[in-house]
């Protein structure tokens, strides 16, 4: 079955030790170059970095609007745009940062760079269908910018029913787009379970697996199981536009409720794919910079099992005030509450990995920290809102907009940032500016709350959310909201510059320049084509800082007569407990 | 694990068969009406069957890896819990569709 | 029983990120059964709504499943498993080698899925006859219920969707079929008859489903 249990059988297997080269004179960007050779690419590591560049691009296009909806709100009439462009321009920038940009961010491109690496493998198990997830995000993007120049949409990035059944404009084009994006989501969690169970090098048992690898892992089953009633419930409410099917429009004897229980069903658990990996990003994070070993790896690894689980089960809580049983509601609201507890027992444990660690304070764990303390708030305002009395009062106030930026960006996009900084050198083989990176953050962590946190204030005193104009006893609260979200916008700038910058004389990196026991920095910066030069055998965990380098640079012996630099001939036994050096 | 299982005909053909009676078996039983609940009751119990053979005997999950039955099984329990947490909500509203 | 795994001659569709052709082989296996998955929560809405739909209105499924003929929907039925099980025998001739009759059953299935469609096709346009078109566009004064529409736009969406699979089952069909005749296929490898007959297994098992749930309510 799995190359992975290979070795639990008796025999003795020759390893040798592949020391890493630092900067080789073939890596994976020089071995086939060309434009030609980057569009067909089935090689993980391209195909993540053009996810990349994408999700980049559509970061920008998100933030621009996002800045435009802030500046009109500047003052509580109209400032500069119409009201209908108003609605345009949040639908669009909710819409694509969520499909666009947070969905695919961690898993597709950081995950497909990283998740071959962390296991040992030459690649993905279906590399052409990860290039075709590729391409079907470019052509469902390409389908959403097109319904964008050719009427727009004003439906909130919700697309609510009946309201979206009956508004003009390029609706229909657009659930098309999203579900297309879809398929692309969908292919990515195949292709990453699949890969997880069959693809894992010698020794790489259950309980090896790093954290991130288990992240992904729970992201895909959500995508899978949730993906799908995303794809139909937009279908229908395409056929609803076009054939007046009368399943969600009550003009024509549906139940709009039923399209919002079918949205949630994958939009609750898709809150879930845009932080899982971000979780799984933590965990890495910080052991590699307190250098010590995961405190609690198996409660890691299955709380976000349990979170995957659970959060299929609360949906309902986006729906207290729409009219749904209160049964329902009272179902929803317990199991909401559930969710916060698989949620602190990672948080207790990446604490208490913390605590005696020695720390090294670099930029990625700074992020990291920066996600602490917003995914804490972000996390326990969604307690709040899941209680149905106080989400009576707070439901669609700027409360809940308050709420789900500090998980979505002061959670996932710190998060990303993060694994970004962190991986950075091995990606690209380039180290940035350490000082400009930790201004960044600051300016991130600074402007983030100043555009946030008066948001919580003027939402818990009745600003609905999605209005062009407001009364003008809110205008104080709009305006720091504003002047934030530039602050906001800067970080981010800066941290596009130094990155870029970097590309372009910065500091070589070195093969591991944090020091880090994970296997993907156990290989050379930039990786090989093929990632290995040889089958990578695992002895211990990717956070067994307490053991020497050397253990964790092992690979299956080449035979004798081809000479790949060899350095000591190691053998070890099947249970991978003696190591002796020849 | 094991190499490839290969299915004699006679259990394909065996299969097929058994198939081909349950289907005559829910049409028959269709037209002797039995009262609800139990008529969709039976009709939805032969259809498992029906499935369960396939997927036992055609899709060879019988032989197979266990896993692959676990994520047969993961999917129906994942539409169970759509319907089932949907259904909480519509058998239960005061008003079918809400009024707005 | 033929175990590969210890194989070491490497089929010309072997692909070099694997170990061997058994992890190759159950590893897209695997990735089908996962898209199956998806495949079930995807009819798993349509199927949702019908469940809904038919607990709040209960005489309306009675009432308009009249229409529909059960004669003909029993024959697709029959013509499906039959499908079925030709996909298995093609599995079962490229695991003894037998490359002839790999081209035999899998020509039957194309077959097949081609009357399947036709009686479809022959169903639905007797219904556009008789007005009965899907949604807004219904216009049929045969049965008494005001939400005749509903029950005939899941039929049609529930009907049409697995027609559309089965469509693309026969595109896929005809390039294995394509292949087979071209000699790709062979004890050593037949990955791709093996993960396309379980996408076509599940589409019978949808329509085993959908059968009672449409054409048998009395
Ligand atoms: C402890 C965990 C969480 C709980 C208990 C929770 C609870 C809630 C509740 C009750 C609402 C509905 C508020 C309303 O509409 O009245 C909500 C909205 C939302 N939450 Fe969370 N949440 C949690 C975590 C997350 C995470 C991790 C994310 C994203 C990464 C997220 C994203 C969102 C979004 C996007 C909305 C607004 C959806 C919309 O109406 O447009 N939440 N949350
Ligand atoms: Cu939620």
């Known amino acids: 079955m799995d190359t992975a249990e290979s070795s639990s059988t008796s025999k003795k297997i020759q390893v040798q030790r592949y020391k890493p080269d630092d900067n080789p004179e073939k890596h994976y960007l020089n071995e086939e170059t060309g434009l030609w050779s980057w569009l067909t690419t089935v090689d993980h590591k391209k195909i993540g970095i053009m996810f990349l560049g994408a999700i980049t691009f559509f970061f920008f296009v998100g933030g621009i609007m996002a800045l435009l909806v802030r500046t009109e709100l500047w003052t509580p009439a109209k400032t500069f745009i119409e009201a209908n462009t108003y609605n345009q321009l949040f639908t669009l920038h909710g819409a694509i940062m969520i499909f666009l940009f947070l969905v695919p961010s961690v898993p597709a491109a950081l995950g497909n760079f990283i998740l071959p690496l962390q296991l040992g493998a030459k690649d993905v198990a279906f590399p052409r269908l990860n290039l075709l997830s590729f391409y079907l995000y470019l052509t469902g993007a390409g389908i959403a910018i097109f319904s964008i120049l050719n009427g727009g949409i004003d439906t909130g990035w919700t697309f609510y029913t009946p309201y979206s059944s009956t508004t003009g ?111 799984g990003v933590v965990s890495e994070i910080i052991t590699t910079f307190s250098r010590k070993h995961i405190f609690g790896y198996w409660a890691i690894a299955l709380s976000s099992l349990a979170i995957a689980f659970i959060g299929f089960l609360v949906w309902g809580h986006h729906m207290f005030v729409s009219g749904q049983a209160s049964l329902a509601s009272m179902v929803f609201s317990f199991l909401t509450f559930l969710v916060g507890i698989p949620t602190g027992i990672k948080m207790f444990n990446w604490t208490a990995t913390l605590y005696k660690g020695s720390i090294d304070l670099k930029s990625p764990l700074l992020y990291i920290f920066g996600f602490f303390f917003l995914f804490l708030v972000g996390g326990l305002t969604g307690i709040v809102l899941g209680s149905i009395a106080l989400d009576v009062h707070l439901h669609d106030t700027y409360y809940v907009v308050a709420h789900f930026h500090f998980v979505m960006v ?173 | 694990m094991s190499g490839h299982h290969i299915s004699t005909d006679k259990t394909l053909l065996g299969v097929a068969a058994a198939l081909l009676m349950l289907t005559i078996l829910t049409v028959g039983v269709n037209y002797i009406h039995i009262p609800a609940p139990w008529n969709i009751i039976t009709a939805m119990g032969i259809a498992v069957v029906k499935a369960g053979l396939v997927a036992l005997f055609f899709m060879n999950l019988y032989w197979d890896e266990r896993f692959n039955s676990i994520l047969l099984v993961a999917g129906l329990a994942f539409f169970g819990l759509l319907v089932g947490l949907t259904l909480l909500d519509t058998l239960f509203r005061a008003n079918v569709m809400p009024a707005f | ?177 394509w292949r087979s005749l071209k000699n790709h296929f062979d004890s050593e490898y037949y990955t791709p008859i093996e993960i396309t007959g379980l996408y076509w297994h599940l589409v019978d098992i949808i329509w085993i489903f959908l059968f009672p749930l449409f054409y048998l309510i009395e």
Not at chain 1, 169 to 185: L, N
Not at chain 1, 233 to 259: C, K, N, Q, S, Y
Not at chain 1, 460 to 485: A, C, K, L
């Open chain 3, 1 to 177: 029983m033929a175990d590969h795994s210890s194989s070491t001659t490497h089929s010309r569709f072997f692909q070099h990120h694997f170990v061997d052709a058994e992890q190759q082989f159950q590893t897209a296996k695997m990735g089908m059964w996962i898209f199956l998955v998806t495949e079930i929560l995807m009819f798993g809405g349509l199927f949702a709504a019908y469940i809904v739909f038919r607990l709040w209105y209960p005489d309306l499924f009675t009432q308009a499943s009249t229409e529909l003929n059960t004669f003909w929907g029993g024959v697709n039925t029959v013509v499906l498993i039959g499908s079925s099980l030709t996909v298995a025998m093609a599995i079962k001739s490229a695991q003894l080698n037998q490359k002839k009759n790999i081209a035999i059953n899998l020509g039957i299935t194309l077959a097949l899925a081609a009357v399947f469609m036709v009686i479809k096709y022959f169903e639905w346009t007797h219904k556009f006859e008789l007005g009965i078109f899907p949604g807004q566009f219904y216009d049929f004064g045969g049965i008494a219920h005001e939400k005749a529409n509903v029950f005939f736009s899941l039929y049609y969406l529930m009907t049409g969707l697995h027609g559309i699979h089965v469509l693309i089952g026969m595109g896929l069909m005809g390039w294995l079929l």
């Open chain 1, 410 to 582: 002061g959670g996932m996009v710190m998060a990303f940032l993060a694994g970004l900084h962190y991986w950075w050198p091995k990606i690209t083989g380039r180290m940035y500016n350490e000082t400009m990176a930790k201004i960044a953050c600051g300016i991130i962590f600074v402007g983030f709350n100043v555009t946030f946190l008066p948001q919580f204030v003027m939402g818990s005193q009745g600003m609905p959310r999605r209005y062009f104009n407001y009364i003008e006893q809110f205008q104080p609260f709009h305006q720091v909201s504003t002047i934030g979200s530039f602050i906001l916008g800067l970080g981010f700038l800066m941290v596009f510059y130094y990155l870029v910058k970097s590309l372009f004389g910065g500091q070589k990196a070195t093969a591991n320049p944090w020091g880090s026991r994970a296997m993907e920095w156990q290989i050379n910066t930039r990786p090989p084509l093929h990632n290995f030069h040889h089958i990578p055998v695992i002895i211990n965990g990717p956070y067994d800082y307490h053991k020497p380098m050397e253990e964790f640079q092992l690979g299956l012996a080449e035979s004798p007569t081809d000479g790949h630099g060899q350095e000591s001939d190691l053998e070890v036994t099947s249970d991978g407990k003696e190591i002796n050096a020849e």
């Open chain 1, 169 to 279: 404009g390029a609706v229909t084009t657009m659930v098309f787009g999203v579900f297309v994006i879809g398929f692309s989501s969908i292919l990515t969690g195949v292709n990453f379970i699949t890969t997880i169970h069959k693809m894992r090098a010698p020794g790489l048992t259950w309980d090896k697996l790093p954290l991130f690898c288990w992240g992904l892992y729970a992201t895909s089953i959500i995508q899978i199981l949730a993906t799908p009633v995303l794809a139909i419930t937009l279908a229908l409410v395409g056929m609803e536009r076009i054939l007046g099917i009368g399943i969600f429009d009550p003009a024509m004897g549906g139940d709009p409720v039923l399209f919002q229980h079918f949205f949630w069903f994958y939009s609750h658990p898709a809150v879930y794919i845009m932080i899982v990996p971000g979780f």
